[in-house]
């Protein structure tokens, strides 16, 4: 069983590696060199490279980062995950939870993939990239680039899902019915949006503004009392309950603490979750069949994450990483890479990803190919090239 735990202690600065990779040319010359190795020898797996990102490939995207300088862990020292037990058992937990993120939704809603997800795409058809495993939790991959395989490792947020059947409800569908649930939150939600509170995403801005930003799109309003708060019942289990369940709400059709059934949680992997094991098989032959794993934008902070890194290195495959911030056992994961490397056996960097990965793309259609990797005749620029 792989469970999604939150890690929160200090990571490490960041080591560069090969040391001419601490300029923007020199990390580009080595994720080259990374991605497009001579082939003087048969590669192992697939020729090509599986991406694993993280939070930092959205930052450009207007979302808060979790570990980063400006990270809400980093800034909300106070900050507590609610667990999925507690979600599942406690009908005030959920009031919380919802309340938070009727109002972190927004900004979510409107966000869209940046210039690093969209260079992914290209990498993609220009045959370097095999499949992408997000940590994400926002889709911004599948959006820009649906022709590349993406396991979203954490689920998405773009939907809610049963409890009892598993069925999935329209997350734009489930605010609006939070807005009619909830008229004194909804009045609260546009005047926050008239100020300007929720058009920002770094976290001391808002703290200014009298809110809080925490991971997983949430907000905090300190000294809000979430009790009053009320959310829908699931509609397939309302139409046809399961056996031996009842689901009851009341007059406006929030849920009722009556019912044992009939409850929606986000459709994403909370804190303390088991992930499912389709999604973990799924995750493993990405990472097996693969000839190099590209972290971007990943602490590796969750073992979730961490442990294919793990599995891709007991395989003797090389692993770049490009993140702003420390990296989770850097130490132990760049052991055995010297510094004077060219980058084709790894390469740990720290460049904003929406400037690196677009003139990345740009120097591989330029350069003359070590090995050609296949190229679909349909290619055509990414429109921000």
Not at 129 to 147: E, L, R
Request: charged fraction near 20%.
């Amino acid at each position: 069983m792989l469970m999604r735990i939150p890690f929160t202690q200090p990571l490490p600065a960041a080591t560069i590696v090969p040391s001419s990779a601490t300029t923007a040319a020199g990390a580009i010359t080595a994720l080259q060199n990374f991605l497009n190795p001579p082939s003087s020898s048969p590669p192992r797996g697939n020729g090509r490279t599986t991406i694993l990102s993280g939070a930092g490939i959205s930052v450009a995207s207007g979302l808060a980062d979790y570990r980063g300088s400006n990270g809400t862990y980093t800034l909300n020292k106070t900050y507590r995950p609610i667990y999925f037990h507690e979600f599942s058992a406690s009908h005030e937990a959920r009031k919380r939870y919802w309340a938070r993120s009727y109002l972190g939704w927004t900004t979510l809603n409107r966000s869209r993939p940046n210039a690093g997800h969209y260079a992914v795409a290209a990498l993609g058809d220009m045959g370097f990239i095999s499949s992408v495993i997000t940590q994400n939790v926002d889709s911004f991959h599948p959006m820009a680039h649906p022709g590349l395989s993406t396991i979203e490792l954490h689920g998405y947020l773009l939907s809610t899902v049963c409890l009892s059947f598993r069925t999935e409800y329209d997350r734009s569908k489930f605010q609006d019915d939070l807005a009619a649930l909830n008229p004194t939150w909804a009045a609260f939600l546009a005047e926050m949006l008239q100020s300007g509170a929720l058009s920002t995403e770094h976290p001391e801005e808002r703290r200014m503004k009298g809110l809080k930003t925490n991971p997983d799109g949430d907000v905090d309003v300190p000294g809000v009392e979430y009790n009053t708060f009320r959310y829908p019942a699931c509609p397939a289990c309302l139409e046809k309950p399961p056996e031996g369940k009842h689901v009851e709400i009341d007059s406006d059709g929030a849920w009722s603490a009556k019912s044992n059934a009939g409850v929606l949680k986000p459709n994403v992997i909370m804190f303390g979750e088991s992930i499912p094991d389709s999604t973990k098989s799924a995750v493993e032959v990405a990472i097996d069949e693969a000839s190099r794993i590209l972290v971007l934008g990943s602490s590796l902070a969750t073992y979730s994450a961490f442990r294919l890194i793990r599995r891709a290195q007991e395989q003797s495959m090389p692993v770049g990483f490009v993140n702003m911030g420390g990296i989770r056992n850097e130490e132990l994961l760049l052991a055995g890479l010297s510094s004077d490397t060219s980058g084709e056996a790894g390469v740990r960097c720290a460049q904003p990803l929406e400037v690196l990965l677009p003139s990345l793309v740009e120097r591989l259609r330029t350069a003359p190919a070590t090995h050609v990797p296949f190229i679909p005749a349909t290619f055509q620029p990414a429109p921000w090239a």
